[in-house]
């Protein structure tokens, strides 16, 4: 088997932890908390989020040349997350997570 690049597994690894920590986020946090955790362009971007990073960790483990354009779409989605969640109580997590993909993201798509 084909070894991964560390640079690839590096952002494998933070896709994977930006889609645990969307995902978990919206399932765990969101919807408990309610009010504007459960607005539904907040609620849809953390769900979006959380598909593209599986997604983008997903063409990277396949080793496909169109993972770039998947990782710059991660990294513009992720952005807008971050900046989502950024203006709500208790999704410090979520936001450094975003915030690590996204720059991650951006540099595979380079």
Known sequence: MQSIP?????CIDACLRCHQSCLGGAARHCLEAGGPHVEPGHFRLML??????????????????????????????CDACAESCAALDGMEDCVAACRACADSCRRMAA
């Open 6 to 10: 560390s640079d690839v597994q590096a």
């Open 48 to 77: 979006a989020c959380a598909e593209i990073c599986r997604a983008a960790a997903a063409t990277m483990l396949a080793g496909v040349p169109q993972h770039a354009a998947v990782c710059g779409a991660c990294a513009e989605i």
